[in-house]
């Protein structure tokens, strides 16, 4: 199981990194990745911004076929927005919202993160 991620300031880098799975981070210019194993989409909140590069990774070749779902970074000042990239991306391809943290996450969200990947039974996870 693999996140696949971008992120802007590094809160997200910086929440996948402590989680201890792999990642690969997205480059904008270049989203154009082939993805061989499930993953989930690990992204920040822009509006306006992120959406059209992780379509562009989601559509490319076979990788949507291994798309298991999203997780959101974002700040809930925002609101009914908050999280509002990962919501939109689990819309459009019907696939679940299964974490939103704040920033970069304290220690107790990447430990509720690690139970739900658990407990959604990602094969080739570490545990
Ligand atoms: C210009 C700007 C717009 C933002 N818009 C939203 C938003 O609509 N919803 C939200 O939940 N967070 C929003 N945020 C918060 C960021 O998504 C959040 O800080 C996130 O952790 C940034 O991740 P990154 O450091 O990996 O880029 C915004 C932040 C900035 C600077």
């Known amino acids: 199981m693999l996140l696949v991620y971008m ?16 990642s690969i981070e997205l480059n904008p ?3 154009f990745i082939e993805i061989n194993e499930p993953f989930l989409v690990v992204v920040p909140s822009y509006v306006g911004y992120i959406n ?10 076979q990788n ?6 999203f997780v959101g970074s974002g700040n809930r ?8 990239n990962a919501k939109e991306l689990a ?16 220690e107790q969200d990447i430990e509720k993160f690690k139970k739900e990947v658990k407990s959604i039974g990602i094969s080739g996870t570490k545990y």
């Open 7 to 22: 992120s802007f300031t590094g809160n997200v880098r910086n929440f996948v990194e402590r989680t201890g799975f792999s």
């Open 64 to 69: 949507r076929n291994n798309l298991i779902g």
């Open 52 to 61: 059209d590069d992780v379509i562009d990774f989601i559509d490319y070749k």
């Open 77 to 84: 000042n925002f609101d009914e927005m908050f999280c509002i």
């Open 91 to 106: 819309n459009k391809y019907q696939k679940p919202v299964i974490f939103k943290f704040e920033y970069n996450g304290t």
């Open 29 to 31: 210019a270049n989203p």
